[in-house]
């Protein structure tokens, strides 16, 4: 199975995902990335923004996820709503969403319709009219979703609470969603400050995935946002995070049944690291062998082995913008406290710092990695997410060519070695969450 698998991945990486890929910019800075993939007549249109919560600073942090809300408040040209509505009524569907380091805007339709998202797109990044009423509302709903989304779930806020542990100066302790106290007093005139600063074609990316003609695109791209004028973009200064010299703890009391654990250690990304790339996809293997499925050792040795953990996982992006933190989480059994499983999680690391993963499970586990990466082209929108995460933060989007590669690269003893250089107690940030009658 493994063999005929890998089969498969070299016939596929044979047409790499730059073979039909087209990449312009216009002369106001903007970038266009255009990929054809003929399988269907619809289309993946989506414009990113380099911009998310991790270029905030406290006083306004939640207001690029604010703005997200207001872009579809209306502009010169249109009432509120009437953006999803014209979507719609073409038969396309359209959403948004912010992350820690863009935002993403996203239609998909038939692709003799993209003409339409690109004009509508083209009008909110530059037009944008800010109401007084409008804003208000908004921002309540912001807040609403806060205190659903973290306040009244005790794992968010964890999560929530163990980034800010994590990371003392780094931006990557602001929440998305930020913070109540900032969005309380957040005001219209921040969100449309930003909005001014940031929203611009050269800060920009138009990705479109689906039955076109690349040229007719960037045709189309240039009729409608080559007249955009371009922003004085200044990146923000970096906030480099202080040196971790010791371990951290904190522990919460919620209205849980069960008590859930997180730690996490210090780990590079790609992203300012060009003498660290096979460490770190070492680690993205590491972290598969650790949580890859029902076969992998988390799976195998702490939920049906010992049954120490209910659920219990690990997680790790290479493709962040700022370095970042390798997860294990979990919930302990009944009768098992977070110590133990913290302990449990220690004993698995340990396992690969002393002994060499077998060449068995090693290339089971690539394969795994391989392909749940690879198969996610067979998806127009998830090709074109893939494409713009990676130039939004700052990566070419053509190593997802060499990705196959660098990932078949990795051997027993680089994953031995990443396993022993990051997992230092050192780098270690440990929350736990408890029922609140614990407390008393």
Known sequence: MIKNLFLFLTLFTVLP????????ILE????????EDHRAPVVASQVWYRIGSTYEYDGIT???HVLEHMMFKGTKKLK?????????ANGGSDNAFTSHDFPGYHQRIASDRLEICLELEADRMRNVIFLQEEFNKELAVVQEERRWRVDNKPKSKLFEQFYATAFLSSPKRIPVI??????????????????????????????????VDSNEVIKLAKKYFAKLKPSDIKPPKLRPEIAQTGERRIKLYGQTASPY?????????????????????ALDVMSAILDGGSSARIAKNMLRGTEIAADAGTSYDPFDRLSGLFLFAGTPSEGVKPEQLEQAFKSEIKD?????????EL?????????SKVFERDSMFYTGMQIGMLDSVGLDWRILDTYVDDIRSITAEDVQRVAKEYFDSSQLTVATLWPEQESK
């Open 352 to 360: 690969l710092q002393d002994t060499p993963v077998t060449s068995k």
């Open 80 to 88: 509120p709503g009437d953006f999803s509505e014209i979507i719609a």
């Open 17 to 24: 995902l730059q073979a039909n890929t087209v990449e312009s």
């Open 28 to 35: 106001n800075g903007m970038k266009i990335i255009v990929r």
């Open 178 to 211: 930020g913070w109540m106290g900032d969005l309380e007093s957040l005001e219209m005139k921040d969100a449309a400050d930003w909005y001014q600063q940031w929203y611009a074609p050269n800060n920009a990316t138009l990705v479109v995935v689906g039955d």
């Open 363 to 371: 290339e089971r586990v690539k394969a795994q990695v391989i392909a």
């Open 62 to 64: 939640g207001v690029s």
């Open 261 to 281: 654990m997180i730690m996490g250690y210090k780990t590079p990304v790609l992203v300012g690291n060009k003498d660290k790339v096979k460490d770190i996809y």
